[in-house]
């Protein structure tokens, strides 16, 4: 697993909740603080993507465009926060989270950490490369090796079938320079590529290999903190 870590069935477990819907909403609302046309602002355009790939209402979209963009009398006040530390079984993993309320968050990620091992920053941050993610579908057999050299991408990863979804036959995930990520993106979009996210992420440089209950002691662990409202990415060097 080289990018985000994601749980078997997690996408269909929490649609069913509406956790994504949230999650998805508060991305939009974010990634439109950069500009309220998708056209011109790639993460928000992905967001927008994934949003609809999850059935998002159209509505619950536009409001959180405004909103973010700042075009409502509402104030958004959410921030980025990082926390990094070791799952169970020395699994370096690093949290991104998007909150209105970092006490409350600080507080939830303690907790949930108490089965791990919360460090300080920089605790793992250099088991990671920093790394442009993109992750797209098209709904032809296209090559995913061809088009991330066509489109300068560094790096590319195929995706499960879960992730994939019923509007392409065939995804990957495209990994590229800090630098490069916007590029990427257009140029996937240009080649019919539809992209669900494009944003700065982490990829670890060695992966972590369990069996067994040391595997789902980890998966455990690393599902509840992913289920948590505030967070946004978890990343884990687990194989």
Partial sequence: MGAQWKAAGKSAKSAATGAIFSK????ILVAARGGADPSANSRLRAAIEAAKKQSVPKDTIERNIKKGA?????KV????VTFEG????????????LTDNKNRTGSDIRVLFRKGQLGNT???????????????????????????????AQNVEPMSKEDVGKD?????????????LATVTNALNAAGWKVTTSELGF?????????????????EFLGAIDDNDDVHRVYAALA
């Fill in 24 to 27: 998805l909403a508060k991305e």
């Fill in 70 to 74: 700042g075009l409502t009398d509402e």
């Fill in 77 to 80: 006040n959410y921030e980025s």
């Fill in 86 to 97: 070791f799952a169970p079984n020395k699994v370096p993993v690093i949290v991104e989270c």
């Fill in 122 to 152: 920089g605790a793992v941050a250099f088991l990671f490369d920093r790394v442009g993610i993109i992750e797209a579908t098209h709904a032809e057999q296209k090559d995913a090796e061809e088009a991330a050299i066509e489109a300068g």
């Fill in 168 to 180: 392409g036959k065939v995804g990957a995930t495209f990994f590229t320079e800090v630098s490069d």
């Fill in 203 to 219: 990829k670890p440089k060695n992966l972590v290999e369990l069996a067994g209950e040391q595997l789902k002691e980890t998966q």
